[in-house]
């Protein structure tokens, strides 16, 4: 943790996410008031939530889709255009992945390129200096990990082609044969995703996988109030709420009213901030 807390920014969440919900774009209006508010240290890591958005915008313009450029990202269309020419502003793992897919030197030639940049985005903030987003990347990598080897199990795929990551979990699910790849005192999780894998119904399976994600944050934040942590944990739920939207406008409304349920009854304030 960084040691700082942000009183009042925490206390306005709810409010700021109710806006999201009604109004488009919104979500950039929430990033402006971050960038305004929080200490430069803890708006890069809320920054780094939303790599992907770049990412996605650099994967359609490298192999010319034809897909619309998305907003929120840190790069203009023009500037990703350049980066991808002559990578100077990129971060390293993504420079890398350019000059790979350039040289058509592929990182894991058994994963597609969009699959090779995720994992090295996953193993990047596996390694951030903060407690938070390592604990938080590291069980998203696992729980991925986890499921692309079951699906690998059923279609008779050799698992260690379809797993990422050099960590001891990842090397134990890459060469297991246990039902449990023998990771469950290390990855606890494990056994509640054997159990929503087990789910026959694709979109039941994906909410309850959200579900396992949602608590997650919720038990990393078990101690923290005000701190940056809360606030990069809502930003992911945030994210959840807003897939299940444009998935399924009845279950994404779901999971936004206990989105707000929770930050209106996790944090007891200070009178000098209800009133």
Not at 57 to 73: I, W
Not at 81 to 92: A, Q
Not at 140 to 151: F, K, M
Request: charged fraction near 25%.
């Amino acid at each position: 943790m960084s040691g700082r807390n942000y009183y009042y920014l925490v206390a306005g969440l709810p409010d700021l996410a109710m806006e999201q919900a009604k109004v488009k774009g919104t979500l950039q209006e929430l990033l402006i008031e971050l960038k305004q508010y929080l200490h430069p240290a803890d708006y890069r890591l809320v920054e780094r939530l939303f790599w992907p958005i770049d990412h996605g915008n650099m994967y359609h313009l490298l192999l010319k889709t034809g897909e619309p450029f998305k907003s929120g990202g840190r790069f203009s269309a023009d500037e990703l255009e350049e980066e991808i020419k002559n990578p100077t502003r990129l971060p390293v793992y993504v420079a890398r992945f350019v000059h790979a897919y350039k040289n058509n030197e592929p990182l894991w030639p058994d994963l597609s390129w969009e699959d090779q940049l995720t994992a090295l985005y996953l193993n990047e903030m596996c390694q951030s200096p903060n407690r938070f987003m390592r604990q938080w990347f590291s069980f998203e990598r696992n729980l991925r990990n986890v499921l692309a080897a079951l699906t690998a199990r059923k279609f008779k795929i050799e698992v260690s082609k379809v797993i990422v990551g050099d960590d001891e979990i990842s090397k134990a699910i890459a060469r297991s044969h246990a039902r449990d790849f023998g990771i469950a005192d290390e990855f606890p999780m494990v056994e509640k995703i054997l159990q929503v894998f087990e789910t026959t119904a694709l979109a039941e399976r994906e909410k309850n996988l959200d579900i396992l994600r949602w608590n997650y944050l919720d038990e990393l934040n078990t101690f923290n109030y005000f701190s940056i942590e809360v606030i990069l944990a809502f930003l992911i739920k945030l994210q959840i709420v807003q897939r299940w939207i444009a998935l399924d406008p009845k279950a994404g409304a779901e999971i936004f009213r206990r989105l707000l349920n929770d930050l209106e009854n996790s944090y007891e304030f200070p009178k000098e901030f209800t009133k």
